[in-house]
């Protein structure tokens, strides 16, 4: 008895079965390996998130009680601020290990995808102001996807109002950092700086 082949009709419908059985596998492999690439993205963007959020808290936690010079050659608190920047005196957390004090800015611009977070530092040096001090240092960036950032500081604009949150230039006890990116808002940052009376009375006569 002979065997029976396959008809061409068979033969194609086997392949076109086998066709559409490869694109819904390729299909499948797809879809998972996009689900795991944004998956990834999305543990590096908290991983990022979080990091930045301890180097920043550690770094403001800090700020060191010091003066430097104005433009009138008088000494003046290392310690300026207001909702886009902040100016301070404190050991620079990744350069540490080389000892020394620094001169740091925390600064917030524009950039292409809303705003960025920079920063800005020099050794520190009491004759120094705080331009002449940042004239030679190129911004490092933080992170520059933000959405929307800012600044803010609670604590007395002049001896004997009551505190508040505000974003005026004076020495406050605690630094508020709100920061948000396309994807989500981030856990705020509360921060209090060291308090030091004189320091704070003179920086509120400054004004």
Excluded: C
Aim: glycine share 4%.
């Amino acid at each position: 008895m002979k065997a029976r082949g396959f008809t061409l009709l068979e033969m194609l419908i086997a392949l076109t079965l086998m066709g559409l059985l490869f694109t819904a596998l390729f299909s499948a492999f797809y879809t998972l390996s996009r689900s795991w690439d944004a998956a990834d993205s999305r543990i590096s963007q908290t991983e990022d998130r979080r990091l930045i959020a301890e180097f920043l808290r550690r770094q403001l936690s800090q700020a060191m009680v010091l003066k430097i010079s104005n433009d009138k050659d008088e000494k003046i608190y290392a310690f300026e601020a207001n909702a886009e920047r902040i100016r301070y005196a404190a050991p620079l957390q990744p350069l540490q290990h080389q000892g020394g004090i620094f001169l740091i800015e925390l600064s917030i611009v524009s950039s292409k995808a809303g705003k960025a977070l920079e920063m800005r530092y020099a050794p520190y040096r009491p004759e120094l102001t705080w331009d002449k001090a940042f004239a030679d240092s190129e911004p490092v960036p933080i992170y520059d996807q933000l959405k929307d950032a800012s600044f803010a500081y609670f604590g007395q604009s002049s001896e004997g109002e009551e505190a508040q949150w505000q974003d005026m230039p004076f020495y406050p006890q605690l630094v508020k950092i709100e920061l948000a990116d396309t994807q989500q808002t981030w856990p705020l940052l509360q921060i209090p700086l060291p308090q030091v009376s004189d320091y704070a009375n003179n920086n509120t006569a400054q004004k």
